[in-house]
């Protein structure tokens, strides 16, 4: 990979920012918390274990920069600062759990040094950026063999090296699968309205000389039914314990279109998007986003003025059109294994 989405430099983190991709390939660099929510709330950076990621080092730089502070007074402000940080974006657990997590370790410190609190902090962070890099691996790894020689995998939205600290969950798959020498093709879709499909996953793949192939969100069906696709493979934002799971809107038309046609619907997704806590897709919550997504492009408008909008940013598809799981920890398979 000759990018990275997210990655410490210094005592700040550096973010490439994925607003402006594939036009331009810019990294800024934070070292104020609310920069970083405004980076994870404008999609600068976004999917749900980058965001994860951002997250936990958000807090950390936060501790650092109250410098006129004691130890105990800035444990009570860090408890404020982590309520905001997790509510940038609600749908992804990764960012509450990282949040969650780093908060956690350096609360369970019993000293009175707080430069030793604040390295807690940050060690904490580079070890969920670190665990996340080597995830993503063991996905592709257990993934990989799901796929054959000559299979053309469609996927939606974009789980891969941008949205994550490695390689990705669903296009680590594919890449695991390129390095043990299998030719795999790759459909993505455009993914309204924000277009990470079309913007970032295609820039990623091209990036990495996989063979990507766009369509346009609505196409996919038509492929299916053509016989182009032999499996699906995308990410997620939350998997419930049921096993519904919440990802970029969207997802839910390609499951039912997957299982319609018999496509094989595998998810993709790090032990950190489980979320144990919740029973299942009907208490995710779904982040709505502004009507200025839907009503512009680049600053361009494309409706009518004044038109009334609707603009969920994710959908829940429930486990029974999930084939598989892949995770780090393996295959886990779904309810619709047999079909
Ligand atoms: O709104 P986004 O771009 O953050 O949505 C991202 C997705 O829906 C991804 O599929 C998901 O976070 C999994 S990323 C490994």
Redesign the pocket.
């Known amino acids: 990979m000759n990018f990275k989405a997210i990655e410490p430099v210094g005592n700040k983190l550096k973010i490439l920012d994925q607003r402006r991709l594939p036009r331009e390939v810019r990294y800024n660099e934070y070292d104020d918390y609310r920069d970083i929510i405004e980076s994870i709330k404008t999609?600068e950076v976004?999917?749900?274990?980058a965001?994860g990621i951002a997250g936990a080092f958000a807090l950390a730089i936060a501790a650092q920069a109250e410098v006129k502070t004691d130890l105990e007074r800035l444990k009570k402000i860090l408890v404020d600062i982590a309520r905001e940080i997790r509510s940038a974006?609600p749908t992804?657990v990764n960012l509450a759990w990282a949040v969650d997590r780093t908060l956690d370790k350096a609360n369970h410190y019993a000293g009175d040094r707080i430069d030793e609190y604040r390295r807690i902090l940050w060690n904490e962070a580079s070890l969920i950026l670190a665990e996340d890099e080597a995830m993503c691996h063991a996905i592709g790894a257990h993934g990989q063999a799901l796929l054959k020689d000559g299979d053309t995998v469609l996927t939606?939205?974009?789980?891969g090296a941008l949205?994550?600290g490695g390689s990705?969950?669903?296009l680590a798959v594919i890449y695991a699968a390129r390095d043990s020498g299998k030719k795999v093709k790759v459909f993505a879709d455009e993914t309204r309205p924000?277009l990470?499909g079309a913007r970032l996953t295609c820039w990623e793949l091209m990036q990495e000389g996989i063979d990507v192939t766009l369509i346009c969100d609505n196409m996919a069906g038509f492929l299916m039914q053509q016989g182009k696709i032999e499996s699906v493979i995308?990410?997620?934002?939350r998997i419930a314990a049921n096993g519904d799971f919440a990802?970029?809107i969207g997802t839910y038309s390609v499951a039912i279109l997957a299982k319609e046609h018999g496509v094989p619907f595998y998810v993709a997704?790090p032990t950190s998007t489980f979320d144990p806590g919740i029973n299942s897709g009907e208490d995710i919550p779904v982040e709505e986003r502004s009507p200025d997504e839907l009503t512009n492009w680049g600053g361009v408008p494309i409706a009518p003025p004044g038109v009334k909008t609707y603009s969920p940013?994710?959908d829940i598809t429930p486990a029974e059109l999930v084939t598989a799981y892949i995770t780090d920890k393996g295959i886990t398979w779904g309810k619709r294994k047999g079909d």
């Open positions: 999609l976004r999917g749900a274990p965001i974006r992804a939606h939205c974009n789980a949205a994550t990705g969950t669903a924000l990470q995308l990410g997620a934002d990802n970029k997704a940013a994710f």
